[in-house]
T-cell receptor, first 112, second 110 residues
């Protein structure tokens, strides 16, 4: 398996623009997670899905953030409108139930 | 929520040295993982170890769940071991995500 695949790897956008981050989990995994990494806050869980259903989005910082998982092989994290403080590395991870989680390479987002 | 503390926060060693990294957590866990974040930012899985002891080459890990800590041992360090080592735990039933510590920043000097 190719592992968790995220796109794009880098994104630079202007404040106010919509940003969409994409994730393809490992085939057969039924849990998917979105994390954000910043210098100030470290790695923090934003939202996770079990069997394509959002279970806990309490980590999503604001209503400007939304996530979807339309099928077992695809998820998106959208920020609309984006702000400079959203600049971070966003990771997607997947696992089979509550076993070992595997992370994608991340998307480095810069909002100017 | 559960708290995860890692120590030391920073560690500088010479190539060939051994090291022990510690992870303390504040509540019972059913998932514990160690990761290495390399200089390119990739999170590489080292161990999935909610309890017991595992070894993989020069690395080994031990989790004592009843005492709420885990240790990562690195022997005969190489410069490629440099990076940040994260401990992450999960405490709920089912797949509920991981809570990460702040990491140990390890620098191996040649």
């Amino acid at each position: 398996d190719a592992g968790v695949i995220q796109s794009p790897r880098h994104e630079v956008t202007e404040m106010g623009q919509e940003v969409t981050l994409r994730c393809k989990p490992i085939s057969g995994h039924n849990s998917l997670f979105w994390y954000r990494q910043t210098m100030m806050r470290g790695l923090e869980l934003l939202i996770y899905f079990n069997n394509n259903v959002p279970i806990d989005d309490s980590g999503m910082p604001e209503d400007r953030f939304s996530a979807k998982m339309p099928n077992a092989s695809f998820s998106t994290l959208k920020i609309q409108p984006s702000e400079p403080r959203d600049s971070a590395v966003y990771f997607c991870a997947s696992s089979l139930a509550d076993t070992e989680a595997f992370f994608g390479q991340g998307t480095r987002l810069t909002v100017v | 929520g559960i708290q995860v503390e890692q120590s030391p926060p920073d560690l500088i060693l010479q190539e060939g040295a051994n090291s022990t990294l510690r992870c303390n957590f504040s509540d019972s866990v059913n998932n514990l993982q160690w990761f290495h974040q390399n200089p390119w930012g990739q999170l590489i899985n080292l161990f999935y170890i909610p309890s017991g002891t595992k070894q993989n080459g020069r690395l080994s890990a031990t989790t004592v769940a009843t005492e709420r800590y885990s240790l990562l041992y690195i022997s005969s360090s190489q410069t490629t071991d440099s990076g940040v080592y994260f401990c992450a735990v999960g405490s709920g039933g089912g797949a509920d995500g991981l809570t990460f510590g702040k990491g140990t920043h390890l620098i191996i000097q040649p």
